[in-house]
C-alpha cells in the first residue's frame, strides 16, 4: 500500500485539483495518464512533473497515438520547449485536447495547428496535400510506385480544391483559424474523431 502512495507522490492532492480546473480531465483520469506515463521512467514512477522524455518512448505506452499518421506533428504542436520531448503536462494538455469533454472549437484550434504543416498560421494547398498523403499512403503499400498508385495527382488536386472552397469564406486560396473553426464546426463527427478513449 505505501509502494502505491509512493507513485503518486510527485502528483500531490494540491497539483491534481489544479489539473482538473486546467484540463477538461477529470482526477481519475489525470492519475491514469499519470501511471501510463510513469511507465516511461525505468522506476515506474514520475520523480518530477518537469522530466522530459523523448517522443519516441511516448509513443509507446500512449498506443493511441504510436500509428496515429499525424504523430510527428502531434508531438512538435505539444511539445512546450519544442524539443522533441514531453513531460507531463504536456502529455496532460495533449489528453485535455483529445478529451470528450473538450468543446469542438478547442479541438478545432489543436488539429488546425497540427494540420498547418508550414506554421504560416493558415492550411493551405501544400498543407492539406501533406494530410491527404499521410492519410492515404497505407502501411501495406511496400513501393513508392505502389503508394503513388493509390491516389492519383489530379484526385488529390481535385479533393484540395474542394476542401479549400468549402472552408475558405474569403476564397483566399487557404483557410485561416478562424474559418477552419468555423467550417469544422459543421462537421458533427469531429468531435469524436479527434479524440482519445482512455
Not at 510527428?72 to 520547449?81: C, H, L, N
Not at 468543446?103 to 489543436?110: E, I
Not at 502501411?139 to 488529390?156: F, K, L, N, P, V
Request: charged content about 25%; some cysteine; glycine content about 6%.
Amino acid at each position: 500500500m505505501g509502494s502505491s502512495k509512493s507513485k503518486f507522490s510527485a502528483l500531490t492532492e494540491g497539483i491534481l485539483e489544479e489539473y482538473t480546473i486546467l484540463t477538461y480531465l477529470s482526477k481519475a483520469e489525470i492519475l491514469y495518464i499519470y501511471k501510463i506515463f510513469g511507465q516511461i521512467d525505468q522506476t515506474g514512477a514520475l520523480h518530477s512533473l518537469n522530466s522530459r522524455f523523448p517522443c519516441h518512448y511516448v509513443q509507446e505506452v500512449f498506443t493511441q497515438l504510436k500509428y496515429n499518421p499525424f504523430r510527428d506533428r502531434i508531438f512538435q504542436v505539444f511539445s512546450s520547449e519544442e524539443d522533441g520531448k514531453m513531460s507531463f503536462e504536456d502529455i496532460l494538455d495533449l489528453c485535455s485536447a483529445m478529451s470528450e469533454k473538450c468543446p469542438a472549437s478547442v479541438k478545432a484550434a489543436w488539429a488546425f495547428r497540427i494540420l498547418d504543416f508550414d506554421g504560416d498560421g493558415f492550411v493551405g494547398e501544400d498543407d492539406l496535400a501533406q494530410v491527404i498523403q499521410r492519410l492515404t499512403q497505407r502501411a501495406g503499400y511496400r513501393t513508392e510506385e505502389e503508394r503513388a498508385g493509390y491516389i492519383r495527382e489530379d484526385e488529390q488536386n481535385h479533393i484540395i480544391k474542394i476542401l479549400i472552397d468549402e472552408m475558405s469564406i474569403e476564397s483566399s486560396g487557404k483557410v485561416s483559424i478562424q474559418e477552419f473553426i468555423h467550417a469544422v464546426g459543421k462537421m458533427s463527427e469531429f468531435p469524436h474523431s479527434f479524440c482519445f478513449r482512455f
